[in-house]
C-alpha cells in the first residue's frame, strides 16, 4: 500500500494477469506492509485479484529475508517445480517470457 513504484507498476501486472491467467500462471502476492487496513484497501482499489499474504512485519518479512529483497517491487518467475527462472521482469519483457515459456 505504500510502495509508490508498486502501486505504478499494478495496472500492468493485472493487465499480464488478465492475458495468462490459468492452469499455467498463477500470483502470489507477498505484501511488505505494516497494516492490515493499508494492505487490504490498496488490494480492493488497484483490482489485484489473485492471492495475497502478508506477515504485516515490513522489511522485516520472513519472506523477504529468505530471499534477500532490498529493493521493491520485486518478483520471481517460477517453474511448475519451483525453481526460479527469472526476476523482476516487468511489462512487456514480463509478458514476452510467459509467452515463450507457456506455449
Given at each position: 500500500?505504500?510502495c509508490?513504484?508498486?502501486?505504478?507498476?499494478?495496472?500492468?501486472?493485472?493487465?499480464t494477469?488478465k492475458?495468462?491467467?490459468?492452469?499455467?500462471?498463477?500470483?502470489?502476492?507477498?505484501?511488505?506492509?505494516?497494516?492490515?487496513?493499508?494492505?487490504?484497501?490498496?488490494?480492493?482499489?488497484?483490482?489485484?485479484?489473485?492471492?495475497?499474504?502478508?506477515?504485516?512485519?515490513?522489511?522485516?518479512?520472513?519472506?523477504?529475508?529468505?530471499?534477500?529483497?532490498?529493493?521493491?517491487?520485486?518478483?520471481?518467475?517460477?517453474?511448475?517445480?519451483?525453481?526460479?527462472?527469472?526476476?523482476?521482469?516487468?511489462?512487456?519483457?514480463?509478458?514476452?517470457?510467459?509467452?515463450s515459456?507457456?506455449q
Amino acid at each position: 500500500s505504500w510502495c509508490g513504484p508498486c502501486r505504478q507498476a499494478n495496472p500492468s501486472i493485472v493487465a499480464t494477469y488478465k492475458k495468462f491467467a490459468g492452469d499455467k500462471f498463477d500470483i502470489l502476492a507477498v505484501s511488505l506492509d505494516k497494516t492490515r487496513e493499508n494492505w487490504v484497501k490498496a488490494i480492493a482499489d488497484d483490482q489485484l485479484t489473485w492471492t495475497h499474504v502478508s506477515d504485516l512485519k515490513y522489511w522485516q518479512s520472513e519472506v523477504a529475508q529468505l530471499y534477500n529483497v532490498k529493493a521493491i517491487p520485486f518478483n520471481l518467475l517460477l517453474d511448475p517445480e519451483g525453481k526460479i527462472v527469472a526476476r523482476n521482469l516487468m511489462g512487456a519483457e514480463l509478458d514476452a517470457r510467459l509467452a515463450s515459456l507457456l506455449q
